[in-house]
C-alpha cells in the first residue's frame, strides 16, 4: 500500500478527512469509465461496519462510507466485486499507521503467496509492497521499492519480517548482525486474503 492511501484511511477513520464520498451513481460512472484502479474493504469490527476506499487511475482517492439512506455498502459493492479484486483489511491496519508503524509487513498465507509474486517474471501484484509467509521452514520475502522488485529466503522469521521492512539492508547485512528492533514483530499485520467474489458477506 502506498503511504498516502495509509494517509486517506487514517484521516477518515479518525474524521478528519476531506476525501469525497461518493454512492452507487458515482461507482457505476466510475466503472463504466474503466477508471477503478484498486479498491479497499475496510472491515471496522469495533462498530461492525464494512467501508470501501476507491482509487483511480488520477490517484484520486473516494470513500463508499457504510450506509446512505435505506443502502448499504457491501450491497453496493456485490456488483463489482467479480469484477475487481479487492484488498479487505480491518482497522486494526489503520491503528498499526495511527501508531507510527510504517512501513507495515505483511504476512500472508503459503497458498497465497505465489498468487501475488510471479518468481520467474519477478513480478509483485499484490496491493502491498513487503510481505512474506512461511513455507517448509522457510521464510518466503518480497519487498517492491522505488518500482524495484526484490526476493528473498530466510531461515528465522525475524529475518524475513527486518528485510521486509528495512528497504535499505541487504539479506548479508542482517545475516552478519544481531541488532532488531525490539518492536518488529508489532509491524506485521496478518492479512486474510480475499478475491473478488470468494467472500460472502
Same mark, same amino acid.
Given at each position: 500500500?502506498?503511504?498516502?492511501? @495509509?494517509?486517506?484511511?487514517?484521516?477518515?477513520?479518525?474524521?478528519?478527512?476531506?476525501?469525497?464520498?461518493? %454512492?452507487?451513481?458515482?461507482?457505476? #460512472? #466510475?466503472?463504466?469509465?474503466?477508471?477503478? *484502479?484498486?479498491?479497499?474493504?475496510?472491515? +471496522?469490527?469495533?462498530?461492525?461496519?464494512? %467501508?470501501? #476506499?476507491?482509487?483511480?487511475?488520477?490517484? $484520486?482517492?473516494?470513500?463508499?462510507?457504510?450506509?446512505?439512506?435505506?443502502?448499504?455498502?457491501?450491497?453496493?459493492?456485490?456488483? @463489482?466485486?467479480?469484477?475487481?479484486?479487492?484488498?479487505?483489511?480491518?482497522?486494526?491496519?489503520?491503528?498499526?499507521?495511527?501508531?507510527?508503524?510504517?512501513?507495515?509487513? @505483511?504476512?500472508? *498465507?503459503?497458498?497465497?503467496? =505465489?498468487?501475488?509474486? =510471479?518468481? +520467474? $517474471?519477478?513480478? =509483485?501484484?499484490?496491493?502491498?509492497?513487503?510481505?512474506?509467509?512461511?513455507? &517448509?521452514?522457510?521464510?518466503?520475502?518480497?519487498?517492491?521499492?522505488? &518500482?524495484?522488485?526484490?526476493?528473498?529466503? @530466510? $531461515? *528465522?522469521?525475524?529475518?524475513?519480517?527486518? %528485510?521486509? %521492512? &528495512?528497504?535499505?539492508?541487504?539479506?548479508? +547485512?542482517?545475516?552478519?548482525?544481531?541488532?532488531?528492533? #525490539?518492536?518488529? $514483530?508489532?509491524?506485521?499485520?496478518?492479512?486474510?486474503?480475499?478475491?473478488?467474489?470468494?467472500?460472502?458477506?
Amino acid at each position: 500500500m502506498e503511504k498516502r492511501e @495509509f494517509e486517506v484511511l487514517n484521516n477518515y477513520y479518525y474524521g478528519i478527512s476531506k476525501v469525497s464520498i461518493i %454512492w452507487l451513481d458515482d461507482m457505476k #460512472l #466510475l466503472d463504466t469509465q474503466n477508471k477503478i *484502479k484498486r479498491i479497499y474493504e475496510i472491515i +471496522d469490527n469495533d462498530y461492525n461496519e464494512v %467501508w470501501y #476506499l476507491v482509487r483511480d487511475y488520477d490517484e $484520486k482517492s473516494y470513500i463508499l462510507k457504510y450506509k446512505c439512506g435505506s443502502y448499504y455498502s457491501v450491497d453496493i459493492m456485490k456488483a @463489482f466485486k467479480t469484477k475487481y479484486d479487492f484488498c479487505q483489511i480491518t482497522t486494526d491496519l489503520i491503528k498499526m499507521y495511527d501508531a507510527k508503524s510504517y512501513p507495515i509487513v @505483511f504476512k500472508i *498465507k503459503s497458498e497465497d503467496f =505465489n498468487y501475488y509474486y =510471479n518468481q +520467474d $517474471k519477478n513480478i =509483485n501484484t499484490a496491493f502491498f509492497n513487503c510481505y512474506y509467509c512461511c513455507c &517448509n521452514n522457510t521464510y518466503k520475502s518480497v519487498r517492491e521499492y522505488r &518500482n524495484k522488485v526484490e526476493y528473498e529466503t @530466510f $531461515k *528465522k522469521e525475524e529475518d524475513a519480517i527486518y %528485510w521486509c %521492512w &528495512n528497504f535499505k539492508s541487504t539479506k548479508s +547485512d542482517i545475516l552478519s548482525s544481531d541488532i532488531r528492533p #525490539l518492536d518488529l $514483530k508489532e509491524r506485521v499485520y496478518n492479512y486474510e486474503f480475499t478475491r473478488g467474489g470468494d467472500k460472502d458477506d
